[in-house]
Nanobody
């Protein structure tokens, strides 16, 4: 079973930046499409960014132009650079393998991002 460990969250003021990391166990990381999701209080978990195994990326409109997803296959790690943060970005952020339009693995513990006004 692949384990996903997210880190890098914290408390930041609006307009600030954070860089999230997600370390994945297992040997097939480089061939997997990976994604970042987030879940705000009282809301459903949503997909915010996707990076294909070949490196192409897609973003939700709400984060486009502010956030950047990237990967380092040698380290089995996917990153999420978040700039120009807004209070509405406050959520627990999770990574997962994206497969057939859904999250594939069991969820990790996530990392909390809190953006103050």
């Amino acid at each position: 079973q692949v384990q996903l460990v997210e880190s890098g969250g914290g408390l930041v003021q609006a307009g600030g930046s954070l860089r999230l990391s997600c370390a994945a166990s297992g040997s097939s990381f480089s061939s997997n499409d990976m994604a970042w999701y987030r879940q705000a209080p009282g809301k459903q978990r949503e997909l915010v960014a996707l990076i294909k195994s070949g490196g192409s990326t897609r973003y939700a409109d709400s984060v486009k132009g502010r956030f950047t997803i990237s990967r380092d296959n040698a380290k089995n790690t996917v990153y999420f650079q978040m700039n120009s943060l807004k209070p509405e970005d406050t959520a627990v952020y999770y990574c997962n393998r994206w497969y057939a339009g859904t999250a594939y693995y069991s969820w990790g513990q996530g990392t909390q991002v809190t953006v103050s006004p």
